[in-house]
Nanobody, 116 residues
């Protein structure tokens, strides 16, 4: 059974930093991993993704500010977010999937609020 446990969200002032973590159980290190977010009234969107081989992809909104990484030994994916802006406020979801998306799983989401 696949389980994703996210942590690290919270309230931060503009310009601050947060580090999100997502620990996955029941998956293989061959799964691709990523972070998505959904703001109120908006569709869920990709934030960053990392393949099992370490290739990364970022949405334009996070380039230069966000860094995704993974620890295959722990089946954990991280999202380091720096220089946060109010428009980064959203629920952030962890995702893991097989390369062909036949299998994909989502975390429960963690709230990130950027506000002074």
């Amino acid at each position: 059974q696949v389980q994703l446990v996210e942590s690290g969200g919270g309230l931060v002032q503009p310009g601050g930093s947060l580090r999100l973590s997502c620990a996955a159980t029941g998956i293989f290190s061959t799964y691709d991993m990523g972070w998505y977010r959904q703001a109120p009234g908006k569709q869920r969107e990709l934030v960053a993704a990392i393949t099992s081989g370490g290739r990364v992809n970022y949405a334009d909104s996070g380039k230069g500010r966000f860094t995704i990484s993974r620890d295959n030994a722990k089946n954990t994916v991280y999202l380091q977010m720096n220089s946060l802006k109010p428009e980064d406020t959203a629920v952030y979801y962890c995702n893991v999937h097989t390369t062909n998306w036949v299998l994909d799983y989502w975390g429960q989401g963690t709230q990130v609020t950027v506000s002074s």
